[in-house]
């Protein structure tokens, strides 16, 4: 396993200046956005360069403050707690395992609505993972 220093000062300078922020977003289910994940910790997915950020697939919006989502890797990642999309000409895998709640405060932008087919798809692999199916 490749060894690399986390930049956990850097995140929490950004996290402290993202958590002072209001938003007026609202994502909806089954967009894709980019979002300020961080620096987390072992094999949590980690955001990336500058501004921490990672691609997350909304599965479940509970109100004006968070939602349920899935974060995503352009790695190649081959199993059942990942499920290959293509989106924007490139392959892209969602993490089913490492499902979370995020707060809207992360939000940056959006990249991408999936298709109702695929989303139902993703959901009925994510049911399998989590042990409900």
Same mark, same amino acid.
């Given at each position: ?46 955001? &990336?360069?500058?501004?921490?950020? /990672?691609?997350?697939?909304? $599965?479940?919006?509970?109100? *004006?403050?968070? =939602?349920?989502? #899935? ?28 499902? &979370?709640?995020?707060?809207?405060? /992360?939000?940056?932008?959006? $990249?991408?609505?999936?298709? *109702?087919?695929? =989303?139902?798809? #993703? ?11």
């Amino acid at each position: 396993m490749k060894e690399y220093s986390k930049s956990f000062d850097k995140w929490n300078i950004k996290k402290k200046l993202i958590n002072c922020e209001t938003k007026n977003i609202l994502p909806n289910k089954k967009q894709i956005w980019w979002l300020n994940v961080g620096v987390n910790v072992g094999v949590e997915e980690d955001g &990336k360069k500058g501004d921490f950020e /990672r691609p997350v697939l909304v $599965i479940k919006v509970f109100n *004006r403050q968070c =939602f349920l989502g #899935i974060p995503m890797t352009s790695t190649e990642k081959i199993g059942k707690y990942y499920h290959k999309i293509n989106f924007l000409g490139k392959d892209s895998y969602l993490i089913l395992s490492q499902i &979370k709640l995020f707060s809207i405060k /992360r939000v940056s932008r959006k $990249i991408y609505k999936i298709d *109702r087919k695929e =989303f139902d798809i #993703i959901m009925n692999k994510l049911k399998k993972v989590i042990g409900f199916k």
